[in-house]
């Protein structure tokens, strides 16, 4: 699998904007960008998914380089729910083997938010 | 709430003790995937099963056998247990088996191994 490198941690202000980095410099055509977010004491939950352009959902908004190298995950107004490890993950679109659809996490950025 | 159920919440057992857990996952979902949270391994896949079928293995012991059954629930069993599998068991289900589908995860079953 494509390797994702991720900072350790963050910090920001509780209602400012938060930018998450992500660096996949090895990076495949066929590799879609996946973001997972893992709240304390609960289970990952999915967050927002891209190939080649920027995605905007109702939780976040993807940004993702030109030459997908890199992609940032953009919180536009963090809130203290907010505060978790964020995974940034790499996935084959192929739908022929089941190997490909695992999750592979690193160990993901801890984002804090201040109040 | 993710649709995702899994049984027990918590387990208490004594090392070479057997246990299983039990996921059901959202309905309409084929995709059952199983990971293991540990403070020192991180979040690591087990296991994938698709519509009753194995897909795929990970980082799966040869102590850990998981099955699929025709109501698309899934079961993972532990046996043989030692204290190094106290961890956080979860259990995720999508649509479908390719890489692009979403994953929905449950809240885990914690294991201790006494």
């Known amino acids: 699998d494509a390797k994702t490198t991720q900072p350790n941690s963050m910090e920001s202000n509780e209602e400012e904007p938060v930018h998450l980095p992500c660096n996949h410099s090895t990076i495949s055509g066929t590799d879609y960008i996946h973001w997972y977010r893992q709240l304390p004491s609960q289970g990952p939950e999915y967050v927002i998914h891209g190939l080649t352009s920027n995605v905007n959902n109702r939780m976040a908004s993807l940004a993702i380089a030109e030459d997908r190298k890199s992609s940032t995950l953009i919180l536009h107004r963090a809130t203290l729910r907010d505060a978790a490890v964020y995974y940034c993950i790499l996935r084959s679109t192929s739908t022929s083997t089941g190997a490909n659809s695992k999750l592979t996490f690193g160990k993901g950025i801890t984002l804090s938010v201040r109040p | 709430d993710s649709g995702v159920t899994q049984t027990p919440k918590h387990l208490i057992t004594a090392t070479g003790q057997r246990v299983t857990l039990r996921c059901s996952p959202r309905s309409g979902d084929l995709s059952v995937y199983w990971y293991q949270q540990s403070l020192d391994q991180g979040l690591q896949f087990l296991i994938h099963?698709?519509?009753?079928?194995?897909?795929a293995k990970g980082n799966i012991l040869e102590r850990f056998s998981a099955q699929q059954f025709p109501d698309l629930h899934s079961e993972l069993n532990l046996s043989s247990l030692e204290l190094g599998d106290s961890a956080l068991y979860f259990c995720?289900?999508?649509?479908?088996?390719?890489?692009?589908?979403?994953?929905?995860f449950g809240p885990g079953t914690r294991l201790t191994v006494l």
């Open positions: 099963y698709y519509n009753g079928e194995e897909r």
């Open positions: 995720a289900s999508s649509v479908a088996a390719g890489g692009y589908n979403e994953q929905f």
